[in-house]
């Protein structure tokens, strides 16, 4: 069975320090990992999705990188600003076609 | 391109009574999601649509929870007797054919409170 971990739970950092978020999974066979954001109150945006070929992937502030024999990926947000606290969230899609999620880890930015 | 609407967006019941949840998804998507997210924990999946046929309902309470897509569009997710840990926010999601890797897009969500 597929297990997602997060860690650490919550953060915090200073406006423009460069954030680093931490996912593993316990089942290599995955076919992609996905990183959400989600903020209070609302649902699930899709920040990027890796497929299990590729190793990284970027959009903008964000960069996500992922090593599937060692069952971790890592979404790095450079130059962070206090619109980038949220809770974001790791998934995986595994066989069975099943998007097991992470806890997420919340993150808070100090202006 | 309209996203998935949920409704209601809050709802507050006592223990025992019933409540039901309300999703459209986004047109022509195939395939509808239910998850389940409890405060810190990440959504877990409830059911999952193709369709008007149930795909996986595999973590559904069925003593309590049941799930319906009647025109293969919207779909109901029903909670009868609801007990207090069923409080949580209730996803529903949607994808086009519901192939493996298939980007899901997700609702705003239900937030419940089982008092």
């Known amino acids: 069975k597929q297990e997602v971990t997060q860690i650490p739970a919550a953060l915090s950092v200073p406006e423009g320090e460069n954030l680093v978020l931490n996912c593993s999974f316990t089942?290599?066979?995955?076919?992609?990992l996905q990183w959400f954001r989600q903020d209070p109150g609302k649902g699930l945006t899709s920040l990027l999705l890796?497929?299990?070929?590729?190793r990284e992937q970027t959009s903008g502030r964000l960069n996500a990188s992922l090593d599937k024999s060692s069952g971790r990926s890592t979404l790095y947000i450079a130059a962070s600003q206090p619109g980038d606290s949220a809770t974001y969230l790791c998934?995986?899609?595994?066989?069975?076609?099943?998007?097991?999620f992470g806890g997420g880890t919340r993150v808070l930015v100090k202006p | 391109e309209a996203g998935v609407a949920q409704s209601p967006r809050y709802k507050i019941i006592e223990k025992r009574q019933s409540v039901a949840f309300w999703c459209n998804p986004i047109?022509?998507?195939?395939?509808l999601y239910w998850y389940q997210q409890i405060l810190g924990q990440g959504p877990k999946l409830l059911i999952q649509?193709?369709?008007?046929?149930?795909?996986?309902d595999s973590q559904l309470p069925k003593d309590r929870f049941s799930a319906e897509r009647l025109k293969g569009v919207d779909s109901t997710l029903k909670i009868q007797p609801a007990k207090l840990e069923d409080s949580a926010v209730y996803l529903c999601?949607?994808?086009?054919?519901?192939?493996?890797?298939?980007?899901?897009?997700f609702g705003p969500g239900t937030r419940l409170l089982v008092l």
């Open positions: 998934a995986v899609w595994a066989a069975g076609n099943k998007l097991t």
């Open positions: 649509f193709q369709n008007n046929g149930v795909v996986d």
């Open positions: 890796i497929q299990s070929s590729q």
């Open positions: 047109s022509g998507h195939a395939t």
């Open positions: 089942d290599s066979a995955i076919y992609n």
């Open positions: 999601a949607s994808s086009q054919t519901g192939g493996a890797g298939e980007t899901q897009y």
